[in-house]
């Protein structure tokens, strides 16, 4: 007795549980809400029309982080061949804004005021492959040899460039940090 195929039912059930960790996975990718909501959405049409070929009991999740990923480096593809589209707004013709001063009284206003745009920021800074790779084990928590797979390197990879996330991610938060007054750690 063979199995019978996924149907759009089963996709309802099955795939659409993860839209919010492939936005998320987006968001880490593009940085722009309207970029991640539209790779999401090309990922999930994707994944509609190739839900066929999908094996029950197989990780859905892992398979549309896959379906998602190479949906990204598609767009990178033709953004190459397409060149990239400049916007002109008022916005960007009058440059960027003052940068206010903020002054704290305590050590709760700080945590307060260190919020997740500068995080945002520092994961910007990392190349692609290291801020997806820190995303998928660290907030995704999967597990190297999955991210392996969904990112198609070796999970010794994943390993080396989540760890050099890490560290660059440490860096520039420690500069942040220092900004803001927090006082620097000393190694023992």
């Not at 940085?31 to 839900?51: N, P």
């Not at 998602?68 to 598609?74: G, H, P």
């Not at 220092?178 to 620097?184: M, R, V």
Request: glycine share 6%.
């Amino acid at each position: 007795m063979t199995a019978n195929p996924p149907d759009a039912d089963d996709f309802e059930r099955i795939a659409l549980p993860y839209l919010d960790n492939v936005y998320r996975a987006a968001m880490v990718l593009s940085g722009k809400g309207d970029r991640a909501d539209d790779l999401t959405q090309q990922t999930f049409l994707k994944a509609l029309s190739q839900f066929g070929s999908f094996r029950r009991g197989s990780n859905c999740r892992a398979w549309l982080l896959k379906i998602l990923r190479n949906t990204w480096i598609d767009g990178l593809r033709h953004l190459k061949v397409a060149g990239t589209i400049v916007p002109i707004e008022e916005a960007v013709l009058a440059g960027p804004p003052e940068p206010e001063e903020t002054r704290w009284s305590n050590a709760d206003d700080l945590l307060e005021n260190f919020s997740d745009e500068q995080v945002i920021d520092a994961l910007r800074q990392l190349p692609e492959e290291q801020r997806l790779a820190l995303y998928l084990v660290d907030v995704e928590e999967l597990p190297h040899d999955e991210v392996a797979g969904i990112v198609g390197v070796a999970p010794g990879t994943i390993k080396s460039r989540t760890s050099r996330a890490r560290a660059a991610l440490k860096e520039v938060l420690r500069e942040h940090a220092k900004d803001l007054g927090f006082p620097a750690r000393t190694k023992p």
